[in-house]
Each structure stands twice: as C-alpha cells, then as structure tokens.
C-alpha cells in the first residue's frame, strides 16, 4: 500500500471542492524520432494526488457521490502492449494498491464520466497541454449544461483546482522533506565533486557526466531540469545548456544542477574559478552576490512577505553596483526605476517541490504571500554582465574587465518555525573554500 500522504491529500482536496466534481489527467507520453518514447514523467498534481505512474489514466474526485469519491481511469493488462512498453498496473491491481473507490479502464471514461458530473454544482479542471483532452471535457461540460434544466442539477461553471493544489502543495509533509533531503544529499555530493575536479582544458560536458554519473548511482531519477555547465561568457547565459565548451583558467565555472528523487527535486548553484583563485573583479562581483543571498536568506520566516525577501537581495545588489560606479543613481531611485535589472534580471528565488518552479505564487492579488513553516524556496541573486553588455540610456559604459562575469549562488531554504534551514548547507560558498 501507499504511504498515508496520498490518502491525505485526497481527503484535503475532498474538502476543498465541497460539492464538485475535479478532474485530473496523467501526463501524455512524449515521443521523440516519430516512435521512440522519452522516459516517462508523470504529470506533478496527478501524481500528487494519485501516486500512479502510467500515462493514459484520469483521477475523478466527487465528493458528492454516494459510493465513489475517488475514481481511476487507467489502462487495462495487455500482454502483448506490455512485452513492449512495460508493465502496467492494471484495473484490478490498481484499486488494491492505490486505493480508489472504483477503477475503470480508460476506454470507459466517455460512458462513466457523467455520472460523476451529474449531482456536481462546478466543474475543476485545468486547462493543459492536451487539447485533445480539453476538448473532451469541454463536450461533458456542455452535455450536463444542456441537460440542466430538464435535470435541475450538473455544473454550471468551471473552475482551475490549482488555486487549490498549490495551497496545498505549499506546505510539505514530513515524506515530501525527507524526499528533498535526499535529493539535496545527492546533488551536494555532486557539486562537491565538480569543485574538486574542475580544471583548465575539461569539457564542460565531462563535469557535467559525473555529476549526473553521481544522481543515477545514488537512486535519483535524474537531473531534475537539464543541467547547467557554464564557464567563460556562458555563465552569463541564464538556461545555457548546450554544455559543450572548453573550460580556460581565469574564467569563472557557472554549475546549475539538481537532482529528482520520487519527483521531488533540488536546485542547487555554485559559482567558482576554472582555476585556483578569483580575479579581484570576479571576487568583487562575488562577494557582493553572496552578501545580498545571506541578507535574503535572512529574511526567509515564519510571517515575513515574499517582497521582503526579493527587495533585500535587489537593494543589497543595486547599492553595491552604484558603489563600484557599474549603475549610476540614487538608490531609491535605481531600485523604483529598475535600473539593476540588466544585471540582475531574474527573482531572487522560487518554491520548490515537486516541480523546481514549484506551484503557489509570491501573491495573492494585491496580497504577497507570507512565509509558513514546511514550505521549501530557493534563495538565487545573480550578477550577469555579457560581454556585448549594453547599458540603459543614461547608464555608464562597463568598463572590459568587468565583461563576461556571470555569478549566481543558490541555496535551497526551509522556512522552520522560528526561522530557516538551509538544506544546501553541505555545498561550500566561501570564497575561502572555493580557491585553491
């Protein structure tokens, strides 16, 4: 049997949507070459809710039902299918092991579906990547729209339920941490690793393997995002991926790599000389973003806004890029105008979870969220200046010694109730451990 997480959340969610009916679609399985299938990833509230593993299935939640509240679509047995493609759970197997009321095969949805809709007074349903799909539920919709006034019950309106999921997923039990610990364990014994071995003349694809090398030794699905291994100018390419240059002394080595363990993820960022020791402009630059990651991380607690948290790190950048004559201006002023942003042109940080831009928004309308204990961010300032940098009008030309710096540092950081833990402490960021 599953652990009792699952059967939490779909009592939470039970709750939530009172009278409807929610409806959730497993991931479609992608394809590559016409026929050759990618590792299959499971779509992340699906899983939240169900813990299957199989394309093709939806989980149907009706609390309003008098015998199912909790109904599965999924693929039948099938010999033949199987010795090709996998295994599969199966209708039987999968009432017994992840304990719907009713399970149906998939191509039974079309006929089942209705009588799950019928006494629902909303429609949930998030409108995905599969139009197909859409368009199904869309067709349900109309059908007991129609039928409504002969019935006198069935949804009248619909409703995205990730407003509700991401309340829910905000806040990660005591598995989902010990998930994340264990991805974060991984992926720091792999940045530890590349900070040993890095060296004038590696490839950047060779620390990237042995990093990765490291995840799948360890259990780890994989990486949780594709990896970034950035020397040169590359460090100042935000998603760069490509990971296929050669790494030269004197540079910096940008590394963005996490792994996933059962979905759950970590994110970690290290910035350190190909070589053994910092320029003084590569020092300069570094000191001034791990200065404004602590403040930020200081203001991760119970209580404090979101906004807090990101202006700590902006203002801290901004005043130490007018010090150094990069930005010119007052403070206040280049902060409002935003004039940091072509250094500094990401947030400070995300929620992290299941997905590594995990779900749950910095606001709520006009309303930033606060921070609550069990809740997992990353804490990720960042100075880029590109060699071809252009400055905004009115701005100073950067002078070249300054050209193709890019620095970023990420920690992952869980709220506590009378503060945080920086779950990433394991990978060092002091300049005194990174040279050499």
Known sequence: MLHSDFQRRRSQLLSKIAGGTAIFNAAPQAVMHNDVEYNFRQDSAFYYLTGFNETDAV?????????????????????????????????????????ADMVYPIAELDQHLPKYLEKADKLYY??????????????????????????????????????????????????ELSQMRQAVAIAAEAHNLAIQKRKPGLYEYELQAEMEMIFRQHGAIGPAYPSIVASGANSCILHYVENDRQMQDGELLLIDAGCSVNYY??????TYPVGDRFSPEQRILYELVLKAQLAAIDKIKPGNPWNEFDDTAVRVISEGLIELGLIVGELDTVIKDKLYKPFFMHGTGHWLGLDVHDVGGRKTGDLWHTFAPNQVITAEPGIYIRSDFEPLEGQPMVPDRWLGIGIR???????????????TAAVPKAIEFLER
Do not use: C
Not at 409 to 417: F, K
């Open 126 to 175: 998030h409108f995905g990547i599969d139009q197909a799909f859409n368009d199904r539920i869309l067709n349900h919709y109309r059908s007991g729209v129609r039928q409504y006034d002969r019935r006198g019950t069935g949804p009248l309106s619909i409703a995205d339920p990730m407003a509700v999921m991401s309340a829910l997923r905000l806040h990660k039990s005591d598995y």
């Open 409 to 423: 540092i990420e920690d992952d950081i869980l709220v506590t109730p009378d503060g945080n833990e920086v779950l």
């Open 59 to 99: 989980a149907v939640f009706a609390p309003h039902h008098d015998e199912h509240q909790y109904i599965l679509f999924v693929q039948p047995k099938d010999r033949a299918k199987e010795t090709w493609s996998g295994y599969r759970v199966g209708v039987d197997a999968a009432k017994e092991h992840y304990g």
């Open 265 to 270: 993820n970590s994110d970690i960022t290290r």
